[in-house]
C-alpha cells in the first residue's frame, strides 16, 4: 500500500462516519502547489461553498499558494462564504491528510473567523 492509498483509506473511514452523523462537512484538499476546501450539504450531494489559493482575488495576495499563510487564506475565506450562507457549525474532513501544518492553519483560520467544529 503506497501513501495515497493510505491516505484514501483514513478519508474513506472518515468520511463514513461523518455520513452516519449527517452534518454539514468543511472537506479540505490539499497538492504540493495549492489548498482547496469546500462546504458539503448534510447528504454529500452538494457543494454549497468552496474556496482555494487558484482563485483569482487570492492569487493576488500570494505569491506562493502551497504554504502556511496561503492555507490560512483559504480558511479565511471558507469561513467567510459560510457565514454568509447562514452555516455556523461543520463537521473537519481533513481527507486523510494529517491535522498538521496546512491543514491545521486552514482549520484554525477557519475558527477564528466564525466556523464551529
Do not use: P
Not at 51 to 79: F, H, P, Q
Amino acid at each position: 500500500m503506497n501513501k495515497n492509498q493510505a491516505r484514501l483509506r483514513r478519508s474513506r473511514k472518515t468520511r463514513a462516519k461523518l455520513a452516519e452523523l449527517k452534518v454539514v462537512r468543511l472537506s479540505v484538499f490539499r497538492t504540493n502547489c495549492h489548498m482547496y476546501a469546500q462546504i458539503i450539504d448534510a447528504t454529500g450531494g452538494k457543494v454549497l461553498a468552496s474556496a482555494s489559493t487558484v482563485e483569482a482575488d487570492v492569487r493576488k495576495e500570494l505569491s506562493n499558494g502551497g504554504n502556511s499563510a496561503a492555507a490560512a487564506i483559504v480558511g479565511k475565506r471558507i469561513a467567510d462564504k459560510a457565514k454568509s450562507l447562514g452555516i455556523e457549525k461543520v463537521a473537519f474532513d481533513r481527507s486523510g491528510f494529517r491535522y498538521h501544518g496546512r491543514v491545521k492553519s486552514l482549520a484554525e483560520a477557519a475558527r477564528e473567523n466564525g466556523l464551529v467544529f
